[in-house]
């Protein structure tokens, strides 16, 4: 069992940034590939990031590349997301998730694992 907590978000401006963060306990936190999903009112959960177990890769839906971020600290069993140049259609509740590989941790329907979310609001 993993246990995925979120932090970080909160109301921004338009161009502003956030970092958000998950902390993970439970099992090897080094054993999951993890991701970031967002879901905004009346649309579906969507893939917004995901890094490999080890760090080395990393992947974004197209809209966030060259803005958003994701990295992981093993030794903290913790993982981020570096958003920068926020846009009114980033406002969502942003998800944590962990799976056993890169390949499920892209999909809502291979995840293992989520957070509770946390509110991400970008005002213009």
């Known amino acids: 069992q993993v246990q995925l907590v979120e932090s970080g978000g909160g109301l921004v401006q338009v161009g502003g940034s956030l970092r958000l963060s998950c902390a993970a306990s439970?099992?090897?936190?080094?054993?999951?590939?993890m991701g970031w999903f967002r879901q905004a009112p009346g649309k579906e959960r969507e893939f917004v990031a995901a890094?490999?177990?080890?760090?080395?890769?990393?992947y974004y839906r197209d809209s966030v590349k060259g803005r958003f971020t994701i990295s992981r600290d093993n030794a903290k069993n913790t993982v981020y997301l570096q958003m920068n140049s926020l846009k009114p259609e980033d406002t969502a509740v942003y998800y944590c998730?962990?799976?056993?590989?890169?390949?499920?941790?892209?999909?809502?329907?291979?995840?293992?694992?989520w957070g509770q979310g946390t509110q991400v609001t970008i005002s213009s």
């Open positions: 439970g099992r090897i936190f080094s054993s999951y590939a």
């Open positions: 998730a962990a799976a056993p590989n890169i390949l499920r941790v892209t999909r809502p329907e291979g995840i293992d694992y």
């Open positions: 890094v490999t177990r080890s760090g080395v890769d990393i």
